[in-house]
């Protein structure tokens, strides 16, 4: 009889245990946040420019970039972004592709984007996709440096040219809750300026 009431006793225990343990532990699927209605925030990294025109191909520098966003999550899977973005100004040089002549390019690329974005069930971090559309406003103004005859040719003379393209754009993230902020990592692609420049940039949202 005594056997059996510490037999019960012990099954009693270890079910408690199990009972406890499946609380502590994070169910499948579950989000790091929950829903945060409206946010806004900034981000802060790099960007690459892919720029080509008739007289430079594929012109990239890696520059000091932000981004401005403002965005709302009504369920915890989905999520709406519209943002702002400047890549800055990066400066290079450049050979044409007529002949030797060195050139120097200045450019930039600023415009806005709109995103969804999808949130996937992970614990502890926010992991999430992003894919929208973007107007993305590209200068690029080329000069001469160098000659290699001293004298320059006729297609040598300073150039520039501007345009402003709708295309595709998408990313990917990560960020993590801490109060009302959630700290974010990530890296988008668009499709502007005659290539697909891309932005790597952290930052924080603030959700109210």
């Known amino acids: 009889m005594r056997q059996r009431s510490f037999d019960a006793r012990r099954s009693n225990l270890a079910a408690g245990l199990a009972c406890l343990a499946l609380l502590a532990w994070p169910p499948s699927g579950a989000q ?12 802060l990294g790099k ?3 892919d720029i080509s025109t008739t007289d430079v191909s594929h012109f990239g520098s890696d520059n000091t970039a932000f981004k401005l966003l403002v965005g709302m999550r009504p369920i915890s899977a989905l999520g709406v972004e519209l943002a702002y973005v400047d890549f800055g100004r990066p400066s ?8 030797n002549v060195t050139l120097a ?15 996937l069930p992970t614990p502890l971090l926010d992991f999430y996709l992003k894919a929208g559309l973007a107007s993305l406003r590209t200068t690029a ?5 160098g000659c290699p005859s001293g004298v320059c040719p006729p297609i040598a003379a300073p150039l520039g040219g501007a345009s402003t393209d709708v295309g595709l754009a998408g990313g990917f993230g990560a960020q993590y809750r801490i109060a009302s902020f959630d700290i ?8 502007a300026g005659g290539g697909d420049p891309y932005l790597v940039s952290f930052g924080a949202t603030w959700n109210f």
């Open 92 to 99: 290079g040089r450049t050979r044409s592709p007529f002949s």
């Open 184 to 191: 974010r990592a990530e890296y988008e692609r668009f499709n």
């Open 141 to 145: 103004d080329t000069r001469v440096v």
């Open 47 to 49: 960007g690459e420019l």
């Open 105 to 119: 390019t200045d450019a930039s690329m600023r415009g806005v984007a709109g995103f969804g974005v999808l949130y």
């Open 32 to 43: 790091a946040a929950e829903p945060q209605g409206f946010y806004a925030g900034a981000t």
